[in-house]
């Protein structure tokens, strides 16, 4: 080999080798970055993001057992054992109404707990939260935490879904600090409205966008279950989603059968 062959031999393997460092460089650099749930702090300056116990909603005849169901939650994580613990708003609480059969059948042998409440924004559940939620799981963290809220979230339109994805994001944070050594499952927010070009339908898939970027599948993990509630031309199931937003029984049944392996997962970890 001549010497100006050498010498494009050792240029091609130089650049090869900075090519190499620098996506080891990169890789070292994304891996090292923390996830934005791992930070506890969040600026509360969106009412996604601020804490409300419906206060103003109660004193105008709006649900006042949510107080009753606030101290009731908090004594069920405190004197049950806790293995699935699972948070949301009434697509969530739904499991313990039109939902309740296929709950015992799936999760009544689990030491699985609901803390879902109906018509909860992520503001409700973060007050709740913060006033003690999950205080009773300190010393004994669940393994998996199953979280999809949002739905009942309206933001400004011209936000895309940026506001009450970062009232979801504060809400993992939350949860994370509390029960650091617990799994999460952040569930996307369940299709809803008929057609795809509905307006509950874009809100929801906006803030899905979003959420999808919280998971590092180490502690948080992304699961997407659109799939089961709509048909191939992207209409709502009406016979798995009758009002458009809450799963029937059926719903439930297969919410629970598509949940199931990626559950089964984390609950092996």
């Known amino acids: 080999m001549n010497n100006k062959s050498t010498s494009s031999l050792k240029n091609i393997l130089a650049g090869v080798l900075f090519i190499t460092g620098a996506g080891l460089a990169i890789c070292a650099t994304d891996n090292s970055q923390k996830m934005p749930w791992e930070d506890p702090v969040y600026a509360k300056d969106i009412s996604a993001t601020q804490a409300d116990s419906r206060a103003e909603e109660r004193a105008k005849g709006g649900w006042t057992e949510f107080i009753r169901h606030h101290e009731d939650r908090k004594k069920w994580v405190t004197e049950k054992k806790v293995d699935i613990l699972m948070i949301g708003d009434s697509i969530v609480f739904g499991w313990s109404r039109e939902g309740h059969e296929v709950w015992n059948e799936n999760y009544g042998n689990r030491n699985a707990v609901n803390i879902g409440s109906s018509g909860d924004m992520t503001s409700h559940m973060l007050w709740h939260i913060q006033d003690g939620g ?10 998996a935490v199953v979280i ?16 009450t994805a970062q009232g979801v994001l504060a809400i993992l944070k ?7 050594a617990s799994k999460i499952l952040l569930l996307a927010i369940f299709p809803r409205d008929g057609k795809p070009e509905d ?3 874009i809100r929801n898939d906006q803030v899905n966008s979003i959420l999808k970027t919280y998971a590092d599948n180490k502690t948080v993990y992304w699961l997407d279950l ?34 199931e392996p990626t559950l089964t997962g984390l609950l092996g970890k």
């Open 134 to 143: 999950l205080d009773g799981m300190k010393d004994r963290n669940p393994a």
């Open 148 to 163: 999809m809220i949002g739905t009942n979230n309206r933001g400004e339109p011209a936000n895309e879904g940026r506001d």
């Open 174 to 180: 939350e949860v994370h600090q509390r029960l650091p």
């Open 199 to 201: 307006a509950g339908r």
């Open 226 to 259: 659109k799939e089961t509630f709509l048909s191939k031309d992207g209409m709502l199931r009406k016979d798995l989603m009758p009002d458009e937003v809450h799963p029937n029984v059926e719903g439930y049944r297969e919410w629970a059968k598509a949940m």
